[in-house]
Structures are given as C-alpha cells and as structure tokens.
C-alpha cells in the first residue's frame, strides 16, 4: 500500500502546499516502512519528494534502532525518536530535544496509519487528535488511513473541540491490485485569514483530549443504535416496494429518505446529514435532488 499511500498523500496535500519550502512532517508509529525515504527523496521519475525533513515516532527501541542504521545515508533529512505519544509530557519533552527548540515544533504534515483503526479506544484516537491540533503549523494537515468506512469516520470527525479551525475529507479507496478496501482521511487546519481572529491551539494551551473522547463516545453510541449492517434483505425488500409503489424510477431526495429509514433512524440521522452525505456520495450527481433505486441501495451500503 505505500505507492498508494504517497499518492493520496500528494494529492491530498497539493491543494494546499505552497511552491517552497517543502514542508516537514511528523510520522506517529514508524513501523520498519521505508515509506519515509520516499517523502524526502525523489525514488521514481513523477514521484517527487514531498517533505524536507521528517521526524519519526515509536516506541518500539529496538525498531527505531534498526530504523536508524536502515537510512544512515539520509541521516540529514530523517530522524527517529523513541516515546510513547499517548504520554503528551514524554512527547513534548522528546520533540523539543530532538528539534533544539525552546517551545513545542510544529509540523506541516502529521501521519497515522493505525490509531484509526482502534477506534473502540476512544482515549487513543483523542490523544491523537489532541497531539494534532498542538503540533500542526497553521495551513498543515494531519493524514490518516483507517479500515472504517467514511460514514462512521465522518460522523466522528463532525464538530470537535480541537480549539482551532478545521476541515476534513474521507475517501473510500479502492485498491487497483484488489487488496482491502480503506478510507483516506485528510484534516487540514487553515492559516489565519483575518486579522483578530483567535490563536491557534499551537499558539496556546493544549486541548483537552477527555473532551474529545466524550465526543468520540457519544457518537459512537448514536452510531450503534443504527443496525449494522443497514442493506438486510428485508431492508431491501422494504426499499425496492417503495419504488414499485411509487411506479418511478427515481425518487426525490425527501421521499427516498423517508423510505430509507425508520422513523426511529431518522431521529439519530437527520435529513440534512442524509443530503450532505448523498452529495459527497455523488450519487445524485447525475440526476441532481432524485436518486433511483440502484443508487439508493448502493448508498445505504456504503453509508448510513
């Protein structure tokens, strides 16, 4: 998966880089990946570097040791630190040694390919989020891969309290060699664009991680209480009579939704997210405010 990873990467960071420098990043659980040497150098013609320097993190010693002799040629641009990042003091404390720097570094790019698929563990993604918001630079961009679907990755992503602006994407991707299929989240904290506005959490005291996590709770729990998976075939049946009886071959959106769900469901699922998810779907791309009865099975598949 690392040629796919760098170029989701590349296209998810592209939007928002500037033509120099080259930014730096932070890698969170290195593994033994060579994935790092591909963003500071370029290895294949079309695949230029990405980053200028990057910092890796694990807690594995004996990992960072290896990792070490493994890219002593690129000793200048790659550094590996040993600490726990569930320890915010550790990690601050080793991040500031490494970086000889009298306050907490930032970093334009941030990297995690595991925590999200611990989801269960809602302290571990709250720590990770809340290192996010105190180590990404403003215009940088914390990226992800997770074996959850979009639909509940959104839900959990939607209002936290990370004390500073942000937006985010989720990718359902699938894999050309016909591996496993995964999602690929980009959260990008925008630069300051008017003047007054209120610091950043990299400029001020640490988020809170308890609070996030009882955010991630909660919307878990509102996430469980629809049936998983939702495409049961009495669900189908249920679906496919609608459109029978409707004698269409399209729907609108509002009658669609009201098909889809329960009146129960759509107390925990409003209207309004159901739009804003079936535009980000695509699926009424097409036939823009109508969805057939192919894409409205595909859809609750997929999503909610």
Request: proline residues 5%.
């Amino acid at each position: 998966m690392c040629d796919e990873f760098f170029d989701l990467l590349q296209a998810a960071w592209k939007p928002h880089s500037s033509c120099s420098p080259l930014p730096k990043a932070l890698i969170l659980g290195c593994g033994k990946s060579f994935f790092n040497e591909k963003l500071v150098l370029e290895t294949t013609p079309g695949k230029a570097a990405i980053c200028s320097h990057v910092t890796m993190v694990d807690s594995d010693l004996s990992r960072i040791q290896e990792m070490k002799c493994n890219h002593a040629n690129h000793n200048n641009k790659l550094a590996f630190i040993t600490t726990d990042i569930t320890d915010a003091c550790s990690l601050d404390c080793t991040l500031r040694k490494e970086t000889d720097a009298s306050k907490s570094p930032t970093f334009d790019l941030i990297l995690d390919d595991s925590t999200f698929n611990a989801i269960a563990r809602e302290q571990d993604l709250a720590r990770l989020l809340a290192v996010a918001s105190k180590y990404i630079a403003c215009g940088g961009m914390l990226f992800m891969v997770s074996m959850h679907k979009p639909n509940l990755l959104r839900r959990l992503l939607t209002g936290l309290d990370l004390e500073r602006r942000y937006e985010f994407s989720c990718t359902w991707v699938h894999p050309e060699n016909g591996g496993k299929e995964y999602s690929a989240v980009s959260i990008h904290f925008p630069s300051h664009q008017t003047e007054g506005a209120p610091p950043c959490a990299c400029e001020g005291p640490p988020v809170d991680p308890a609070i996030i996590t009882i955010h991630l709770k909660r919307e878990l729990e509102l996430y469980k209480k629809l049936q998983q998976p939702l495409l049961t075939a009495q669900r189908k049946a249920t679906i496919k009579s609608c459109f029978q009886a409707q004698n269409q071959d399209l729907l609108g959106t509002e009658q669609a939704y009201n098909s889809l769900y329960s009146p129960e469901e759509r107390t925990f699922y409003v209207y309004s997210e159901f739009l804003q998810h079936l535009e980000d779907s695509g699926e009424t791309k097409e036939n823009p405010g109508k969805i057939s009865l192919f894409q409205a099975l595909a859809f609750i598949e997929n999503n909610f």
